[in-house]
Each structure stands twice: as structure tokens, then as C-alpha cells.
């Protein structure tokens, strides 16, 4: 099955600084990345994904890069905001990259924004 | 109903006891999930269902059980609950087998096991 690590597990900015997270996976047939935002006491809800025949995606304040050479995918959120604070997961499809949809998720990035 | 909810949101419970926790969505989604949520762990993928009738084991099965009756519901059932299934539970679904699809998540439920 897929592996997926997760660092760092605790990182803190200042507001309007940049945030980074990266997850490494193992399986190379893996096509598919989603990130996910989960505000303390709240669900888990999706940013952003990106699919694995682009290096790169952007959503506003929000990108994900992919390298797929390195199996390593990352989270950049730009002129970060206090309301940024949350848990992020990264995860990574656990079937092989192909079918049914499951997801291994990464252990987590807390993320405080200092005002 | 909008969307996945789930019930009880929180409950107590006694070490042996059987408990059933719902999840209910509305969103003709083929795929359901149930995951676990521990501090530092992350998510981890407890049963899984890719459609009506069909149930698969996730990364941590054990001491659960699920079903999937119908498209809309996809209930767990802890037949004998231990204190270490003290967790929150995330209930999820996804739009179709075979793609990869946003997952929503219900609101959540938190078990403590004494």
C-alpha cells in the first residue's frame, strides 16, 4: 500500500509570511494529490489537488507543486492570514493508483499564523 | 438532509458495550469511507464501500464492522468496545469507483470508551 510522511508536523509564521509543507509517497503508479484544511473542532475539508500530468497548480494565496521523479508533492500558501491556522493533511491514493478512490493521508502540519 | 451528516456527535461509552455510529448522505455518492482521527496520526482508513452492497477493509479494521445496505447509508458498528477505540470518527464519501473524486467528510464523531 502507499506510505505518505508528512513535514513538518508543527510550523509557525508570522502573518503575511509563507508557509510550506511537503509529503513524500512511495508508489510511483500514485496519480492523484489532494490537500486537505481541518480547522480545530471542524472536518476536513479539500483546498486544492493536483493530478499527476501537471507540476504545478495554483489557487490564489494556495499552490501545490508535484515532482513525480522525486515522489514528493508540496503545499505553498502565500501572504498567510491568522484564519490559515489549522491542521493540514496531504494525502495519496492507496490502491495503486488505479480505481476506488481510497486515500492514505499524511499525519498532519499544525499551522499557526502569529498576527 | 445536506450533504453527510453523521450521529450521535459525541458519546460515552461503557468498555464491552456495542455501539453503531450513522452516516447518512445525500449526494448519490457511490463511494462511503470511515476513518479514525488520533493526534498525530493523522487519518487512517478504518472500512471502506466503492458501492451499494459491497464493504472492503482499510488500514485498520480491527474490532469494527460495517455495512452498506442502500447508497445512502453506511453504518459502523463496535461490537465490543476497548478503550483504545477512544477516537473521532470521520465519516466520508466520494463521487464514483474508479476516479478520483473530492471526499467530503461528515461533521464527526467523538467516542470516548471507559
Known amino acids: 500500500g502507499e506510505n505518505v510522511e508528512q513535514h513538518p508536523s508543527t510550523l509557525s509564521v508570522q502573518e503575511g509570511d509563507s508557509a510550506v509543507i511537503k509529503c513524500t509517497y512511495s508508489d510511483s503508479a500514485s496519480n492523484y494529490f489532494p490537500w486537505y484544511k481541518q480547522e480545530l473542532g471542524k472536518r476536513p475539508q479539500l483546498i486544492i489537488d493536483?493530478?499527476?500530468?501537471?507540476g504545478e497548480k495554483k489557487d490564489q494565496r494556495i499552490a501545490v507543486t508535484l515532482n513525480k521523479t522525486a515522489k514528493h508533492f508540496s503545499l505553498h500558501i502565500t501572504e498567510t492570514q491568522p484564519e490559515d491556522s489549522a491542521v493540514y493533511f496531504c494525502a495519496a491514493p492507496n490502491a495503486g493508483g488505479t480505481s476506488y478512490g481510497k486515500l492514505t493521508f499524511g499525519q498532519g502540519t499544525i499551522l499557526t499564523v502569529h498576527p | 438532509i445536506a450533504g453527510i451528516t453523521q450521529a450521535p456527535t459525541s458519546q460515552i461509552l461503557a468498555a464491552g458495550r456495542r455501539m453503531t455510529l450513522r452516516c447518512t448522505q445525500d449526494?448519490?455518492?457511490?463511494?462511503m469511507y470511515w476513518y479514525r482521527q488520533d493526534l498525530g496520526l493523522g487519518l487512517r482508513l478504518i472500512h471502506y464501500?466503492?458501492?451499494?452492497?459491497?464493504?472492503g477493509k482499510g488500514e485498520v479494521p480491527d474490532g469494527y464492522s460495517v455495512s452498506r445496505a442502500n447508497t445512502d447509508d453506511f453504518p459502523l458498528t463496535l461490537a465490543s468496545a476497548v478503550p483504545s477505540q477512544t477516537s473521532v470518527y470521520f465519516c466520508a464519501s466520494s463521487g464514483g469507483v474508479g476516479s478520483y473524486n473530492e471526499q467530503f467528510f461528515g461533521p464527526g464523531t467523538r467516542l470516548t470508551v471507559l
Open positions: 493536483i493530478r499527476s500530468n501537471v
Open positions: 449526494m448519490r455518492h457511490n463511494a
Open positions: 464501500s466503492n458501492t451499494a452492497g459491497t464493504t
